[in-house]
């Protein structure tokens, strides 16, 4: 019995210790449709990275103004809609300021080019929030190769 026990322990190892030691290879084909759609997924996460919950995109405006008299914002943003019909003007109230901002901008470069033309018209300067804005894509574009 004693040898026979040596000699299933002696198979056990020979066969354990060549599927050790073997040099097998694996080779995987997969379909090339499976790289398309990957490259699509990540497009689509890095999308979805730049857009808020409510479906706005994570951008910049420029806020000109911040003061607690209506008025005062009221008229900067009458003047600024005068001065720049292409441009959306934003008005809002946080408790107890009445902000003024312009613009929606997906890039902070784009907003500093129209900073410096706003610290014109503004002395005590505007400067560069972010803020969750609105944006259209145009025809062909796509917001991850801007």
């Known amino acids: ?25 694996v080779i995987v084909k997969k379909d090339a449709r499976l790289d398309v759609l990957s490259v699509k997924q990540m ?10 919950s409510n479906g706005l995109y994570k951008g910049f405006r420029i806020q000109v103004i911040s003061t607690n008299k209506r008025d005062e914002a009221t008229f900067v943003q009458a003047d600024l809609q005068l001065k720049y019909p292409e441009e959306k003007i934003y008005l809002s109230f946080q408790s107890p300021n ?4 312009i613009g929606n901008f997906l890039k902070k470069e ?6 410096t ?11 560069i929030v972010e ?3 609105e944006y ?6 796509d917001i991850i190769t801007q």
């Open 1 to 25: 019995m004693n040898r026979w026990l040596k000699l299933v322990w002696i198979l056990f190892f020979m066969i354990s210790g060549h599927s050790l030691f073997a040099a097998d290879s």
């Open 43 to 52: 497009q689509s996460n890095q999308r979805s990275a730049l857009m808020t």
């Open 98 to 101: 009445y902000k003024v901002r």
């Open 110 to 115: 784009e907003a500093e080019k129209f900073k």
């Open 117 to 127: 033309e706003l610290n014109k018209l503004f002395p005590n300067g505007a400067y």
């Open 131 to 133: 803020d969750a804005v």
């Open 136 to 141: 259209i894509l145009k025809e062909g574009e």
